[in-house]
């Protein structure tokens, strides 16, 4: 049996006790987050957070790239959150490599050279900085209250990084 055979044999339990109240389509806390994608990080554990509280948008390194910024300015425009958290955390894959060695690798192996930059970083709590930088200077995302945190997956705790 697969991982995925396992996951949708869960999901089937889940399915059996599903509530079947229906929230609404807006995030009840208005809070939009983005978060790097390690399976070490939850970010609904880490912010206590339930199901419709908030947009969980998450990715490598959970840096503003163009797809983040679109999901934000849905979540902004369209369906009401006013605040961003952004979660970036402790010994990240995204500061064990450059962008350019990796796309050199995958050329050497494809014959192609990605066009998409993979965002490497070298120190998380910079990039949470300039995750914000990047969202600050966007146009279309109206709302501008933005928090950035590094998460300690060595703890479980949350340490805010200033962003001025």
């Given amino acids: 049996m697969s991982s995925t055979d396992d996951l949708l044999a869960n999901n089937a339990r ?43 948008i998450r990715n490598a390194g959970g840096v503003a790239t163009e797809d983040a910024i679109r999901s934000l300015v849905i979540s902004q425009r369209l369906l009401g ?14 500061e064990t490599f450059s962008d350019d060695a990796v796309k050199g690798q995958i050329q050497s192996e494809t014959g192609i050279r990605p066009g ?20 600050r200077a966007n146009p279309f995302v109206p709302h501008k209250n933005i928090r950035g945190f590094l998460y300690e997956i060595e703890s479980g705790r949350l340490r805010e990084v200033p962003l001025t």
């Fill in 116 to 135: 998409f930059a993979l965002e490497a970083f070298p120190q998380a709590e910079d990039d949470v900085k300039q995750t914000a930088a990047r969202i």
């Fill in 14 to 56: 889940f399915a059996a006790s599903f509530d079947k109240a229906v929230l609404p389509i807006q995030p009840g806390r208005k809070v939009a987050v983005l978060a790097c994608m390690d399976a070490r990080l939850d970010p609904a554990k880490a912010l206590g957070l339930e199901e419709g509280d908030a947009h969980v």
């Fill in 81 to 94: 959150t006013e605040e961003i958290i952004l979660i970036h955390h402790t010994n990240c894959g995204m």
